[in-house]
């Protein structure tokens, strides 16, 4: 069994078909997806938990269709929009057994939105909502090109308001340096590795790849965006994250069933020590 960690299942991209391609997804492989409860801001970001309560009781029913899971948070540019009645909105989400995370969140200086000092507030405030409610934390960062400034404000938060929870989390769609993951993993972060890890410039990312301890890593889609090499410029969907699993698997000289093994292994010991996917 694969998981997608990664997936924003409530994109409109998937309003035509979205049985059909969960039901691609466990045709698959693919046991169990996380989906991402960001919206388009906070408005929305009870759609992932909508969509995990339309299909899991299909799934139970004898719908051939993954687990799915459901994350609720604030994305970067949207914490301008974070204000009381938002936060108590994500508190609330955070409650619910089927929301097993806090995301994704983080700073994103690259492109041009919230201004980064309401992007830092707007983070600090989830962590400690996420705190509160025990919940791991899914880290979206992404610096300005040539820089290390996002990475240089992510660590110095999380190691002060972070860390001592011991709760960790996941860096989403990793793009850093060897240096970015091995703070990551001194946090006690798992590292996910997208589509992206497949495109022929990315040599830089299959180098810090093949340096992660494979109880460490997870695989996603970051659907409906970064498909594989294979399918660039199309629309990405879990099923697609066979083919990120099997990447690894090859820069790891391991088979993709032993990828998926671990990786399921270690999404399951950061969010449910008990899995449920059988239920």
Known sequence: MLIDSHA?????????????????AAEAGVGAVLSIGIGEGPNEMHRALDICREFNPQRAAGAHFPRLYASAGIYPHSTAEADHAALVKLDRLLADPEVIACGEIGLDYFHQGAPHDVQREGFIRQLEIAALRKRPILIHCRPK????DAWDDLFEILEQ???????????????????????????GFLISFAGNLTYPKAQALRDVARRVPLDSVLVETDAPWLAPATHRGKRNEPAMVVE????????LGLDRDEIAAATTKNFFRLFLPQPDVGN
Request: aromatic share 8%; proline share 2%; net charge negative.
């Open 145 to 148: 090109d040539g820089t290390s």
């Open 8 to 24: 924003h299942l409530d994109s409109p991209r998937y309003s035509d078909d979205r049985a059909a391609m969960l039901a691609r």
């Open 161 to 187: 308001n972070w860390a001592r929870t011991a709760l960790g989390g996941i860096m989403h769609c990793f793009g850093g340096g060897w240096d970015e993951a091995r703070r990551s993993l001194d946090l």
């Open 244 to 251: 990120t699993a099997q990447k690894l698997a090859d820069l």
